[in-house]
């Protein structure tokens, strides 16, 4: 379920379970619904999809600190390969390669099919003439949870920016 704040900025993916909490808690509200609903022994309410909290919650948004890790990069890079635009065999690549002084940081690192790693190799970009679509950045705080979702349903959309 996506979680929005108070002032319906998307801040997280819960489970249904926790959604229902929350709901139950009164500490937030329903804002999309799917057609069918959550049954117990005792009650019945239809399944939450989209929920907002009742009260703000401060975010804090230090994505510089957030790990690096596979599925961040190729969510932020729309899940295709930079060099490209292909979307099968995904891998990680450094703009400037670690052996030539690039560090591991959201501005070196894009999301590159194999052959395209393999083509580059461990060289600079302009020797082997591939420079990425976009300039690698930290990512949107949004992009997370298309990291924790990479599969974001339709009640989701109007509430979430376009894909990196």
Same mark, same amino acid.
């Given at each position: 379920?996506?979680?929005?704040?108070?002032?319906?900025? $998307?801040?997280?993916?819960?489970?249904?379970?926790?959604?229902?909490?929350?709901?139950?808690?009164?500490?937030?509200?329903?804002?999309?619904?799917?057609?069918?609903?959550?049954?117990?022994?005792?009650?019945?309410?239809?399944?939450?999809?989209?929920?907002?909290?009742?009260?703000?919650?401060?975010?804090?948004?230090?994505?510089?600190?957030?790990?690096?890790?596979?599925?961040?990069?190729?969510?932020?890079?729309?899940?295709?390969?930079?060099?490209?635009?292909?979307?099968?065999?995904?891998?990680?690549?450094?703009?400037?390669?670690?052996?030539?002084?690039?560090?591991?940081?959201?501005?070196?690192?894009?999301?590159?099919?194999? @052959?395209?790693?393999?083509?580059?190799?461990?060289?600079?970009?302009? $020797?082997?003439?591939?420079? @990425?679509?976009?300039? $690698?950045?930290? @990512?949107?705080?949004?992009?997370?949870?298309?990291?924790?979702?990479?599969?974001?349903?339709?009640?989701?959309?109007?509430?979430? @920016?376009?894909?990196?």
């Amino acid at each position: 379920m996506l979680v929005l704040n108070a002032t319906y900025e $998307p801040i997280n993916v819960c489970t249904v379970r926790r959604a229902v909490v929350l709901l139950l808690k009164q500490k937030a509200e329903v804002v999309e619904q799917a057609s069918w609903e959550l049954r117990s022994e005792r009650a019945s309410m239809t399944k939450p999809m989209v929920i907002r909290l009742v009260a703000y919650v401060h975010v804090p948004r230090d994505t510089h600190k957030r790990k690096i890790t596979r599925r961040a990069v190729f969510a932020r890079d729309g899940w295709s390969c930079q060099y490209c635009g292909s979307r099968a065999n995904l891998t990680v690549d450094h703009v400037i390669p670690r052996s030539k002084g690039g560090p591991s940081t959201w501005d070196n690192i894009v999301a590159a099919c194999a @052959p395209c790693n393999r083509r580059k190799g461990d060289t600079m970009p302009s $020797p082997s003439g591939m420079h @990425p679509r976009r300039t $690698p950045t930290t @990512p949107q705080p949004h992009v997370f949870i298309h990291v924790a979702a990479p599969r974001i349903p339709a009640s989701w959309r109007q509430w979430l @920016p376009e894909a990196a």
